[in-house]
């Protein structure tokens, strides 16, 4: 087969385009100024207390911008240099989604356009992330509020915890920042931070528990998970290296791929489909669950990057599991009626537990990857039928939504009990989310009339539609859809020069940050050098009110 770098298919990213122009047109017209657009009741969200981080426009800047949507680009880089400031939040934000949505989509729309007035911004958010990093042992809590630099009460705890993604995924960003402003602090505070974890006592090499006691330097529980709280911690070791050139990062990425190898990945029943389970360690033995989360699918590209990007170790193995995991991960989606994985799934059984769908981008990300680094054509059909499905079933005429289940639609609702109905029967579905037409009596399928009488159905309709769809949809279009799903299914088919790979990393937000030396990283005389010593160690803590080590509570940073 002849790799053709500029294979691109500019009909099908044109389609993905004009889903990014609805999804943004939906939010600037009913959610503007706001986080996140909520499309079926046309109003808006925000995370905190009423105050906007501008999450959408922000994690939307990126994917305008490469998309060459110059006027939408134009229009939510206006709104984030006028109206976001972080300092004005009187809430605790997460550290976490913070750091890899607004300070990851802010330097990421520096690094492709350049404007400084980005990066200024950026710095303003970043210095209030800052505060989160003073406890005893330097890595940071979960919420810091920016307007009074103060912890939630239980972060001031002994036995405060924090997840290991909330500590171990800012690295890339932090280090990114040092970098391109010439400051060492970020880079400092978050490799340290990193050094810390790397430090604890573990059973077993290369395996970290999701949990972090984080003054007291200990691990809080035996799970481990590359899914919620634990999945982009591994993910970060990997583009640690590959951003940095730092050798360090990929060794301890290598050892903690192997174990996952080893101790988290499981085969389902039929011996046809891999998946990375959640693991207990008991008694000196690691045991898996049988869950299997839409969140773990991202590591089918994961491992095939690392396994390609330095053939060392069992490198083929571990690229052979990443096709496994991202083709197993697919194969989900052709299990349900509308074509979407479940939230999560029995992996052993391949049966749903969580029904819902999110827009998540997870498997759309693996299939990127493997595209970029096989050609084969079957991971640009997954994609295409990933976004067919999107536009018949998650597409409203303002944005698009999640859906509450991926194998039901609800067609009524029970007159008596109030309690929604649901059906297997998806073939009106289409017709009437396209039309908003009504379904009537003779519509509703025979298997609801042997379980509730039809004379006890209220039917679908215009004039109680809004209730009824809301059942079926989720209420919410994440800011994520926009930096991660609609981004990678679009460079799925455009040109390997899009983003090379070779040059830029993507965060876990999907915000995209050069490689030292291409980009804004381009000429190494303005790298930070990584060298985390005693000098950075009296950095982090000179400022601390209490002693390292100690477990005194500082009364100026807790709110009671």
Same mark, same amino acid.
């Given at each position: 087969?002849?790799?053709?770098?500029?294979?691109?298919? $500019?009909?099908?990213?044109?389609?993905?385009?004009?889903?990014?122009?609805?999804?943004?047109?939906?939010?600037?017209?009913?959610?503007?100024?706001?986080? &996140?657009?909520?499309?079926?009741?046309? /109003?808006?969200?925000?995370?905190?207390?009423?105050?906007?981080?501008?999450?959408?426009?922000?994690?939307?800047?990126?994917?305008?911008?490469?998309?060459?949507?110059?006027?939408?680009?134009?229009?939510?880089?206006?709104?984030?240099?006028? %109206?976001?400031?972080?300092?004005?939040?009187?809430?605790?934000?997460?550290? @976490?989604?913070?750091?890899?949505?607004? $300070?990851?989509?802010?330097?990421?729309?520096?690094?492709?356009?350049?404007?400084?007035?980005?990066?200024?911004?950026?710095?303003?958010?970043?210095?209030?992330?800052?505060?989160?990093?003073?406890?005893?042992?330097?890595?940071?809590?979960?919420?810091?509020?920016?307007?009074?630099?103060? =912890?939630?009460?239980?972060?001031?705890?002994?036995?405060?915890?924090?997840?290991?993604?909330?500590?171990?995924?800012?690295?890339? &960003?932090?280090?990114?920042?040092?970098?391109?402003?010439?400051?060492?602090?970020?880079?400092?505070?978050?490799?340290?931070?990193?050094?810390?974890?790397?430090?604890?006592?573990?059973?077993?090499?290369?395996?970290?528990?999701?949990?972090?006691?984080?003054?007291?330097?200990?691990? /809080?529980?035996?799970?481990?998970?590359?899914?919620?709280?634990?999945?982009? @911690?591994?993910?970060?070791?990997?583009?640690? *290296?590959?951003?940095?050139?730092?050798?360090?990062?990929?060794?301890?990425?290598?050892?903690?791929?192997?174990?996952?190898?080893?101790?988290?990945?499981?085969?389902?029943?039929?011996?046809?489909? %891999? @998946?990375?389970?959640?693991?207990?360690?008991?008694?000196?033995? =690691?045991? %898996? /669950?049988?869950?299997?989360?839409?969140?773990?699918? =991202?590591?089918?590209?994961?491992?095939?990057?690392?396994?390609?990007?330095?053939?060392?170790?069992? *490198?083929?193995? $571990?690229?052979?599991?990443?096709?496994?995991?991202?083709?197993?991960?697919?194969?989900?989606?052709?299990?349900?009626?509308?074509?979407?994985?479940?939230?999560?799934?029995?992996?052993?059984?391949?049966?749903?537990?969580?029904?819902?769908?999110?827009?998540?981008?997870?498997?759309?990300?693996?299939?990127?990857?493997?595209?970029?680094?096989?050609?084969?054509?079957?991971?640009?059909?997954?994609?295409?039928?990933?976004?067919?499905?999107?536009?018949? *079933?998650?597409?409203?005429?303002?944005?698009?939504?999640?859906?509450?289940?991926?194998?039901?639609?609800?067609?009524?609702?029970? $007159?008596? %009990?109030?309690?929604?109905?649901?059906?297997?029967?998806?073939?009106?579905?289409?017709?009437?989310?396209?039309?908003?037409?009504?379904?009537?009596?003779?519509?509703?399928?025979?298997?609801?009339?042997?379980?509730?009488?039809?004379?006890?159905?209220?039917?679908?309709?215009?004039?109680?539609?809004?209730?009824?769809?809301?059942? /079926?949809?989720?209420?919410?279009? #994440?800011?994520?859809?926009?930096?991660?799903?609609?981004?990678?299914?679009?460079?799925?088919?455009?040109?390997?020069?899009?983003?090379?790979?070779?040059?830029?990393? @993507? #965060?876990?937000?999907?915000?995209?940050?050069?490689?030292?030396?291409?980009?804004?990283?381009?000429?190494?005389?303005?790298?930070?050098?990584?060298?985390?010593?005693?000098?950075?160690?009296?950095?982090?803590?000179?400022?601390?009110?209490?002693?390292?080590?100690?477990?005194?509570?500082?009364?100026?940073?807790?709110?009671?």
């Amino acid at each position: 087969m002849v790799y053709d770098r500029n294979n691109q298919d $500019l009909e099908k990213m044109n389609v993905i385009k004009e889903m990014m122009i609805h999804a943004w047109k939906g939010y600037e017209e009913h959610a503007w100024g706001s986080d &996140e657009l909520k499309p079926l009741s046309l /109003s808006s969200h925000n995370w905190y207390r009423g105050h906007s981080m501008l999450s959408t426009p922000v994690d939307a800047l990126d994917t305008l911008y490469i998309m060459n949507l110059t006027t939408e680009y134009a229009a939510s880089k206006k709104l984030i240099l006028a %109206t976001l400031n972080v300092d004005k939040i009187n809430d605790y934000i997460s550290v @976490f989604e913070t750091t890899i949505r607004i $300070l990851g989509g802010l330097l990421s729309a520096y690094d492709l356009e350049g404007d400084k007035n980005l990066l200024n911004k950026a710095v303003e958010v970043a210095e209030k992330l800052l505060l989160a990093f003073d406890t005893e042992t330097g890595i940071p809590v979960n919420h810091v509020n920016p307007a009074t630099g103060r =912890f939630r009460p239980q972060d001031m705890e002994v036995d405060s915890t924090t997840s290991l993604a909330c500590a171990g995924s800012i690295q890339l &960003e932090f280090q990114y920042l040092s970098d391109v402003t010439g400051n060492p602090k970020y880079a400092e505070k978050a490799l340290f931070a990193l050094e810390q974890i790397f430090s604890i006592e573990k059973p077993v090499a290369g395996m970290y528990p999701k949990i972090i006691l984080n003054r007291q330097l200990k691990f /809080s529980t035996n799970e481990y998970s590359i899914g919620a709280s634990g999945d982009s @911690f591994y993910e970060y070791l990997l583009k640690l *290296w590959l951003s940095t050139g730092e050798n360090r990062y990929w060794k301890i990425y290598l050892e903690a791929a192997e174990a996952v190898q080893s101790y988290m990945t499981r085969k389902s029943r039929d011996g046809k489909h %891999t @998946f990375l389970a959640t693991t207990h360690l008991r008694l000196e033995n =690691f045991t %898996t /669950s049988v869950g299997h989360h839409h969140l773990t699918c =991202f590591t089918g590209g994961m491992f095939a990057t690392g396994a390609l990007a330095k053939r060392e170790g069992n *490198w083929a193995e $571990l690229l052979a599991l990443g096709k496994q995991i991202t083709e197993s991960c697919f194969d989900l989606y052709n299990t349900t009626k509308t074509g979407f994985s479940a939230e999560t799934v029995n992996g052993d059984l391949r049966t749903i537990w969580q029904p819902a769908y999110y827009l998540r981008p997870e498997t759309a990300e693996s299939i990127f990857y493997m595209w970029r680094y096989t050609h084969d054509p079957k991971y640009r059909e997954m994609g295409w039928q990933i976004v067919q499905n999107l536009n018949k *079933w998650c597409k409203l005429p303002a944005g698009f939504s999640g859906l509450q289940h991926v194998d039901k639609f609800n067609y009524g609702f029970d $007159l008596e %009990t109030g309690e929604p109905i649901w059906t297997e029967d998806m073939s009106n579905w289409s017709d009437f989310h396209a039309h908003n037409s009504h379904l009537h009596e003779h519509s509703v399928p025979s298997a609801i009339h042997e379980s509730t009488p039809a004379s006890k159905i209220r039917i679908i309709s215009d004039d109680n539609f809004p209730y009824v769809d809301a059942v /079926s949809r989720i209420d919410l279009q #994440n800011s994520f859809f926009l930096a991660e799903t609609l981004k990678y299914l679009y460079l799925l088919f455009s040109s390997d020069d899009d983003i090379p790979l070779e040059k830029y990393v @993507f #965060n876990t937000e999907a915000h995209i940050l050069s490689m030292r030396g291409h980009g804004r990283r381009a000429d190494p005389r303005k790298w930070v050098p990584i060298d985390i010593n005693e000098k950075s160690k009296h950095y982090l803590f000179k400022n601390l009110p209490f002693g390292v080590g100690q477990q005194k509570m500082s009364e100026e940073n807790v709110v009671m």
